[in-house]
């Protein structure tokens, strides 16, 4: 048992890691153009004009609480007086609500897939695979999240977060995530799945996010005003005539 525990939580995140990188610097040299979500806005716009946002907004969120709940730690919360309720009273709101939102999304952007022919044949084989996978990674997330409703909850700051910093360490606290309620484990494991898998699908597009847009220059546009000088008439054939005599 002790073997499997190092496997999960000491070998296994780094395995992930190291496919992630390999597998999309691979992706990059051979398969530059593929870095796209291959959109299939052209053949129905109506439901990702709403599934779309929900989905990457609430992700982003959902992004946002993991960095700050997984890399601060609980004393610098505390150094700058914010009280564990509130702080975890923010997490179950602001998280839930963005995990259920990213959820909604998903599922629209699913029916979608399903209900559009030309969107389903669209659907590749590495689709078939990371749907369902980020569909199980965000129901894990809201079901750890709901634990944190019961009398005493589990304090995942003091447990799953202690051992993700320490993989930065290279120093792995294996034991920190192997007492730690199956919900997260779970929730842990399908994420390590989801990113291990980044770079043999869509999800890779997130590498190619439009940055450059913050700081090109403006695009002057003419405006509607201004009148254009009339283009000179064609000579016609008498004109010609009448020129050449």
């Known amino acids: 048992m002790n073997h499997l525990r190092i496997a999960l939580w000491g070998v296994l995140p780094y395995l992930a890691l190291a496919v992630l990188v390999t597998g999309t610097a691979w992706r990059y040299r051979y398969d530059r153009f593929g870095f796209t979500t291959r959109s299939s806005q052209l053949h129905e716009h109506r439901l990702l004009a709403v599934g779309g946002p929900l989905f990457h907004y609430g992700l982003l969120f959902v992004a946002a609480g993991h960095v700050i709940g997984l890399l601060v730690p609980e004393p610098l919360t505390e150094r700058v007086r914010v009280h564990e309720w509130l702080y975890h009273l923010n997490a179950l709101v602001v998280g839930g609500t963005a995990g259920?939102?990213?959820?909604?999304?998903l599922a629209v952007l699913l029916y979608r897939r399903l209900r559009v022919p030309a969107v389903r044949a669209a659907t590749?084989?590495?689709?078939?695979?990371v749907y369902p996978l980020l569909v199980c990674v965000l129901l894990a997330g809201l079901t750890a999240t709901a634990t944190t409703l019961r009398p005493h909850p589990y304090d995942y700051r003091v447990g799953v977060s202690v051992w993700f910093r320490s993989l930065f360490t290279l120093d792995p606290d294996v034991s920190a995530m192997a007492h730690a309620p199956l919900a997260y484990q779970v929730h842990a494991l399908l994420g390590l799945a989801l990113f291990a898998?980044?770079?043999?699908?869509?999800?890779?597009?997130?590498f190619t996010a439009p940055l450059g847009y913050l700081t090109r220059p403006y695009i002057v546009y003419r405006s509607h005003g201004v009148r254009r000088r009339p283009a000179a008439p064609f000579p016609g054939p008498g004109r010609d005539t009448v020129a050449r005599r």
């Open 197 to 206: 898998l980044v770079p043999f699908s869509r999800l890779v597009h997130a």
């Open 100 to 105: 259920l939102a990213a959820l909604a999304g």
């Open 124 to 129: 590749s084989r590495s689709d078939r695979a």
